[in-house]
């Protein structure tokens, strides 16, 4: 069964640092891309970051640039986003996704507020 289950949202200052995770099972980790979404109230899905299999290359929005890192661990399955200097506008649900020539897998989210 595959799973990709996120954890470390929450509520945060603007200003403040916070690592979200997001824990893969049930497929090749290795073989796939890993993404980060976020949907703000009342917006579409946007891509955040995301890093090839191999974790070498890495790409991120312009908005976060500089203040957000993407890894992985390809033998603990899992990818992370660090995320510094917050700002409200990051306020969203933040997503996983994994995604081969063959699947594309999504997480259930976690929510990260940043506000004073």
């Known amino acids: 069964q595959v799973q990709l289950v996120e954890s470390g949202g929450g509520l945060v200052q603007p200003g403040a640092s916070l690592r979200l995770s997001c824990a893969a099972s049930?497929?090749?980790?290795?073989?796939?891309?890993m993404t980060w979404y976020r949907q703000a109230p009342g917006k579409g899905r946007e891509l955040v970051a995301t890093i090839e299999p191999a974790g070498g290359i890495t790409d991120y929005a312009d908005s976060v640039k500089g203040r957000f890192t993407i890894s992985r661990d390809n033998y603990k399955k899992t990818v992370d986003l660090h995320m510094t200097s917050l700002k409200p506008e990051d306020t969203a649900v933040y997503y996983c996704?994994?995604?081969?020539?063959?699947?594309?897998?999504w997480g259930q989210g976690t929510q990260v507020i940043v506000s004073s």
């Open positions: 996704n994994a995604v081969s020539p063959y699947n594309i897998y």
């Open positions: 049930g497929f090749t980790f290795s073989s796939y891309s």
